[in-house]
């Protein structure tokens, strides 16, 4: 292999490894569970797998429409409607992304240029700020607290300028858990109402809600909804993360140039897949369970691990569920995740790598979209730490 000695300057010069990428292959090293990644141990609804047959073997193999298929633009304005009575028109206001990531780094190559300001909370999913870093933004990110995660929307407000482009929210919000309430997502209506400021709100884990509690989408809200591109997950919503696929509703003045970049981007997305989903969201029932079925998930995963040397904070939403050390070793989170997957064989994200300056709480990230009998075996593990 020939050594490399042209100059070349990054332009992600301080982005490392994903961690992500580096618990996930520490777990495979080591033999280890791993409940660090956010992807289920179990497989998809066997009807949606034979849809996808089905449209692979119906000859739906080549590229699909750039927007994506219409019958499942259709499928998502129809489920928008009944979960939100918003109407989004599927030929001008939907979009079918390669996933919820694609749709979040489409949306910032569209709208960030040089020295706009975006404003995000930490934690924060590692993919936003250095997106905006790649198109010469500026991420303002503001910490939030580490015992209840709540937003001071006084301080956001005190951190808008005439700079400020865009505010991406996350609810229910990946690591934490958290969900925005009405009073929060008021809050940020009067807030951004007669600013010409975007949203990015990030809501891939809608359906997964707990504790009778409700998922507030910026759909519901007009001065919200008519600057606001609202990014939803199959992947999520189906235990199918490695199909990638997503999608973006928009109005259509921002849904006109958010294709202009897509359709440079990855064109289209896989088309079979794009057939089967749109038949298979017609039934309500293949989503609208998925609140109580995580809850049995999160509420087992807590019991089981009442007894151990961790503190929780039951999550509301997401799978996943973040656990305190601090009763235990004195180790930064990052040392102590290492550790457990190498001695312990059990994998986890620390929290840290999604806070500002790596500001350390003594907390783990676990994932418990699992099998029971993975949870089981978990849970026994951290009860003996």
Request: glycine share 4%.
């Amino acid at each position: 292999m020939p050594t490399y000695n042209i100059p070349f300057q990054s332009k992600l010069p301080n982005v490392p490894t994903s961690i992500f990428a580096i618990m996930s292959g520490l777990a495979n090293e080591h033999s280890a569970l791993n409940l660090a990644q956010g992807f289920p141990n179990f497989e998809s609804d066997e009807k949606l797998i034979s849809l996808v047959n089905k449209a692979m073997v119906e000859g739906n193999n080549q590229y699909a429409p750039m927007p994506g298929v219409m019958s499942l633009r259709e499928s998502i304005a129809q489920k928008t409607e009944s979960l939100y009575q918003v109407n989004y028109n599927p030929d001008t206001e939907i979009t079918v992304t390669a996933g919820a990531t694609q749709a979040i780094f489409t949306i910032i190559a569209t709208t960030i240029k040089k020295d706009d300001e975006v404003i995000i909370f930490k934690p924060a999913y590692d993919c936003y700020e250095p997106t905006i870093e790649l198109f010469g933004g500026k991420p303002i990110a503001i910490q939030l607290d580490p015992e209840d995660f709540k937003i001071d929307w006084q301080q956001v407000r005190g951190l808008i300028s005439d700079k400020t482009k865009m505010i991406i929210i996350n609810s229910p919000h990946n690591p934490s858990g958290r969900i925005m309430t009405y009073s929060d997502m008021f809050q940020l209506e009067q807030l951004l109402k007669d600013t010409n400021i975007l949203l990015l709100s990030d809501e891939v884990y809608e359906h997964i809600i707990f504790d009778n509690e409700k998922h507030y989408s910026a759909a519901l809200f007009p001065s919200l909804a008519e600057r606001a591109f609202i990014v939803a997950s199959f992947g999520k919503t189906f235990h199918n993360t490695g199909w990638k696929m997503g999608y973006c509703l928009a109005p259509a003045q921002l849904t006109n140039e958010l294709r202009k970049v897509h359709q440079f981007n990855v064109f289209s997305v896989n088309h079979p897949m794009q057939i089967a989903l749109a038949s298979y969201l017609k039934s309500p029932d293949n989503y609208n369970y998925l609140g109580s079925f995580y809850q049995e998930k999160r509420d087992l995963f807590l019991s089981l691990i009442k007894d151990s040397k961790f503190t929780s904070i039951p999550s509301k939403g997401t799978y996943f569920q973040l656990l305190n050390f601090k009763n235990i070793t004195e180790e930064s989170d990052y040392d102590f995740a290492i550790r457990l997957t190498k001695e312990y064989k059990i994998a986890s994200v620390p929290i840290s790598v999604f806070n500002n300056s790596n500001y350390d709480t003594k907390v783990l990230r676990f994932c418990f979209s699992k099998t029971e009998e993975t949870l089981k075996r978990a849970a026994d593990i951290l009860c003996n730490i």
